[in-house]
């Protein structure tokens, strides 16, 4: 059973007794424009090893630390190169998160060891008060990785959060309710800790958004990256049915599309995306939707083209696990 209050008005008061929740050392679950993150006080050993251990989740696999804007940027990093400003200025508040070395401030605890820190400054505006507010209590950040079990789908909704974690979380920690994730995968990781910017993750933020902002070659080669990254796992994002990709046809399965492809005879349609940004939007969510109603397959068709879509399709393969 689940004992954790969810709050549903994200007044300035509850904001408030959110992020003094944060400041005992407590976890709060709330809303960004991604996903929805499991926040803890990044400072916090204590705090930091219950996201881990909430989530089945290696300690050696970094979190990201959510900063309120780009003037904190340098509490938590140092030599940061000129394109990575770039990026931030460009960028911030969003869906971008940014591979830097770290700062003396951040520990082993938050890092899975690592000399480098995740940062990002969400545009969600609960999420934004929230981080605002904390680093006004506290001078710390919030440390959130995406709030499912690990391995499996990212939340976009308080509900998911709930059905991932609840049973998880205390009295104590909170769930902040902000409605439906509005872009629905997790943000584009850069690791800019070389001479040109890496792509760990693809997002909503394109390889062709960054090359434009930094005016240099983006690599994509994540593989060979020196950085340790868990959604490079092979399988990942990962509902209970067998995702299976492309048109086939198998008989009693849930099936998502993009709307203008019509619905094969033996298969229960799920949802009928009318562009690449509502495909990512109702994706998790679709997954989740097939789970829910007992499916054991669910058969997608990928949406095509660049950017959006090929962040989609590197969800879907690892959900697939190559299916
Ligand atoms: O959109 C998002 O990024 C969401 C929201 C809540 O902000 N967060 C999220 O966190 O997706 P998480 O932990 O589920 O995924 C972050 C990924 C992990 O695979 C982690 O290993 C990688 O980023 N990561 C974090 N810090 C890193 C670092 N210093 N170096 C390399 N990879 C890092
Ligand atoms: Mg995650």
Not at 119 to 138: C, G, K, N, T, W
Request: charged residues 20%; contains cysteine; proline residues 6%.
């Amino acid at each position: 059973m689940n004992n954790s209050p969810v709050f549903s008005e994200c007044t300035v008061s509850a904001i408030h007794h959110a992020a003094q929740a944060l400041k005992a050392g407590h976890l709060v679950a709330f809303p960004t424009e991604t996903v929805y993150g499991l926040g803890g006080d990044a400072r916090n050993p204590d705090a930091i090893r219950r996201i881990y251990e909430v989530k089945g989740r290696p300690s050696d696999h970094p979190l990201i630390i959510h900063i309120s804007s780009i003037s904190m940027l340098e509490k938590w990093a140092r030599d940061i190169p000129e394109y990575a400003i770039s990026l931030a200025r460009n960028f911030w508040p969003g869906p971008l998160t940014l591979i830097l070395k770290r700062s003396s401030l951040v520990g082993d605890f938050v890092s899975g060891n690592q000399d480098t820190v995740g940062l990002r400054v969400p545009s969600d505006p609960i999420a934004h008060q929230l981080i605002a507010e904390f680093e006004r209590l506290s001078g710390s950040a919030i440390a959130a990785p995406s709030a499912n079990k690990f391995g499996q789908v990212s939340p976009t909704s308080s509900a998911d959060v709930q059905e991932e974690i609840g049973i998880k979380l205390s009295e104590f920690d909170l769930i902040l309710d902000g409605g439906t994730s509005t872009i629905g995968i997790e943000s584009t990781i850069v690791d800019c800790t070389g001479g040109i910017p890496k792509i760990l993750r693809s997002g909503f933020v394109t390889k062709e958004n960054i090359e434009e902002t930094t005016r240099t070659e983006v690599s994509e080669d994540a593989v060979n990256s020196r950085v340790k990254f868990s959604g490079s796992f092979e399988k990942h994002y990962s509902p209970k049915c067998r995702v299976i990709l492309g048109a086939s046809e198998v008989d009693g399965s849930g099936f998502l599309a993009l709307s203008h492809i019509p619905t094969p005879s033996s298969m229960e349609r799920l949802a009928a995306p009318n562009t690449v940004e509502e495909f990512a939007r109702v994706l998790y969510s679709t997954m989740r939707a097939a789970d829910q109603r007992g499916f054991t397959n669910l058969v997608v068709v990928q949406p095509e083209g660049h950017g959006l879509a090929l962040a989609i399709n590197d969800r879907l393969l690892k959900a697939s696990n190559g299916r």
